[in-house]
């Protein structure tokens, strides 16, 4: 490798993945593996040795997870950079690895030409997403803003949650069932939804109802 080529650790508890990752770079002369991690501690200890530009690492990890990974690094390491590579790309594992500071998230089926871009692009300071992550984050900005429940709207919902009919759920907050109706329909307006168990998935994918 040249003096130039940028120096990545590529974290990942999966043996066959991480060498898969370490092949695929194998033949980019501008990337130079200095390091491999199969859990976010010992990811860490590569860091402080070998203190690479950009550190690849998985989510889903024993020990030390890879939203804590890359916190820890961000705040014991800033100059590394950090670039989730893994296969989840729903929306709360893709806001955590933001907060926690990764600069770029990409996905498991991100070809070789990809990855190697975003390494450099990610060395530079650019933020990096796969284009299905973008597409997903881009969707969520454009939803109108987030309406809160009542409490009785809460309470509704958590009693449909539990299997009631519109009958139990009256008899248990001491409602008519009319009423229930009624919970239920602002409740179908408010998430956009059309029926009782599409109402509970999207309220709990939104924070709106919190179930034990």
């Known amino acids: 490798m040249t003096g130039g080529a940028l120096r990545v650790i590529v974290v990942d508890d999966h ?4 060498a898969g990752v370490v092949a695929l770079l194998a033949s980019e002369t501008g990337i ?16 402080e040795r070998h203190d690479p530009d950009v550190a690849l690492v998985d989510l889903r990890m024993p020990v030390l997870d890879g939203v804590a990974t890359t916190a820890e690094i961000v705040r014991r390491f800033p100059r590394t950079r950090v670039l989730i ?5 729903t929306d709360a594992e893709i806001e955590r690895a933001v907060e926690a500071g990764a600069i770029g998230y990409l996905l498991k089926d991100t ?23 973008a597409e997903r984050l881009v969707a969520r900005m454009r939803q109108p803003a987030q309406i809160p429940l ?21 008899r248990r907050l001491v409602i008519a069932e009319a009423t229930v109706k009624t919970h239920l329909l602002r409740l179908f307006a408010k998430l956009d939804v059309n029926d009782r168990t599409r109402a509970v998935v999207v309220a709990m994918e939104r924070g709106l109802l919190h179930r034990p």
Do not use: C, K, W
């Open 111 to 133: 070809t070789r030409e990809q990855l190697a871009d975003a390494i450099h692009a990610a060395a530079r300071g650019e933020t990096v997403l796969a284009p299905r992550v």
């Open 15 to 18: 043996t066959v993945m991480r």
């Open 150 to 170: 009542t409490a009785r709207e809460a309470d509704v919902l958590n009693a449909v949650a539990d299997g009631l009919t519109n009958a139990e759920i009256g």
């Open 32 to 47: 130079e593996i200095v390091g491999e991690a199969g859990d976010g501690r010992a990811a860490l200890g590569l860091v």
């Open 85 to 89: 590579l893994t296969t989840y790309d």
